[in-house]
C-alpha cells in the first residue's frame, strides 16, 4: 500500500462459531456500560455543599478577604488592610498602656485610647474607632466565608418546631446570640428578628421569632453567630417557611 491510500477497515465477524462469541462478547459490554451508567449517582445540587474541599478549611474566606488574626484563633474575614491594621496595633500595644495601671487594672489604656475587644478578653488599646471597626467587623462575619453551610456546628443545633429551635453551647456568657439563614441556592442571607440571650454558661435553648404567614418552604441552613467574638457556627440544615 502506498502512502495516501486508506487502509482497508477491518469488521469482525458476525456468523459462524467465532461471530457467536464476538456477540456475545459485545453484549456483556453493552450490558456492563449500561450497569456503569445506572449505577452513577446524580449530580449533586447545589445545595449538597456540606464538606467541600477549601484550601484552608471550613473558614476559608470568599476571595479578596483574608482573617483578621487581631487575636489568636481569630478568624473573622476582612479585607487584607484591617488585618494589618490589627498587626500594626498589636504591635504598638505596650506603649498605650497606663504605666503602674489604673482603674481597669494593669491593662489600662493611656487617655485617648480604649479596648480593641475582638473578642472579650482582647485589651489591645486602640483609637476608639478602631473598636467600633472590630464590632462591626464580628456582626458582619457570616458574609466573609466562602461556604457557610461547611463551617463547624460544634455542639450547635436546630430544628423547625412550627418555630425555629435552636440550641448550643460555648457562647459569650450574657450575649445576645443571632441566628441568621443561608440559602445556597441563591447565596443569600437573612437574619431573624430577635436575639437569643445566653445564659451565664454560655448555653442557648430556644425558639427565634418567625413570619407563620409566610407559606413558601425553603432549605436553609441555620448560622449562629456570637457578635461579642465573631464566630460563626453552622446549627444545621432545616426546611421552613422563608421568614428572613
Known amino acids: 500500500m502506498r502512502p495516501g491510500e486508506n487502509h482497508p477497515r477491518k469488521t469482525l465477524p458476525t456468523h459462524g462459531p467465532l461471530g457467536r462469541r464476538v456477540n456475545g462478547v459485545l453484549a456483556s459490554l453493552i450490558l456492563a456500560t449500561g450497569a456503569l451508567f445506572a449505577a452513577s449517582p446524580p449530580a449533586q445540587a447545589e445545595e449538597s455543599r456540606t464538606g467541600q474541599a477549601l484550601p484552608y478549611g471550613p473558614y476559608t474566606c470568599k476571595a479578596s478577604l483574608v482573617w483578621r488574626e487581631a487575636v489568636p484563633g481569630d478568624l473573622v474575614c476582612v479585607p487584607p488592610a484591617v488585618r494589618t491594621r490589627a498587626q500594626q496595633d498589636n504591635a504598638a500595644a505596650g506603649s498605650r498602656v497606663q504605666p503602674g495601671g489604673g482603674a481597669y ?140
Open 105 to 244: 487594672g494593669s491593662d489600662t489604656c493611656k487617655q485617648g485610647y480604649v479596648w480593641r475587644e475582638a473578642r472579650p478578653s482582647d485589651h489591645v488599646c486602640v483609637p476608639p474607632p478602631t473598636r467600633g471597626y472590630t464590632s462591626t467587623e464580628n456582626r458582619n462575619a457570616v458574609y466573609g466565608y466562602e461556604d457557610p453551610t461547611g463551617l463547624p456546628a460544634d455542639g450547635t443545633g436546630a430544628r423547625w418546631e412550627n418555630q425555629l429551635r435552636v440550641w448550643g453551647s460555648g457562647f459569650t456568657p450574657g450575649s445576645l446570640m443571632e441566628v441568621w439563614g443561608f440559602h445556597p441556592s441563591d447565596r443569600s442571607y437573612g437574619k431573624s428578628s430577635r436575639s437569643m440571650r445566653v445564659d451565664g454558661a454560655g448555653r442557648v435553648n430556644g425558639f427565634t421569632t418567625a413570619n407563620s404567614t409566610e407559606l413558601t418552604h425553603r432549605t436553609m441552613y441555620v448560622l449562629t453567630l456570637d457578635p461579642a467574638t465573631g464566630l460563626v457556627r453552622t446549627a444545621g440544615r432545616v426546611n421552613a417557611p422563608n421568614f428572613w
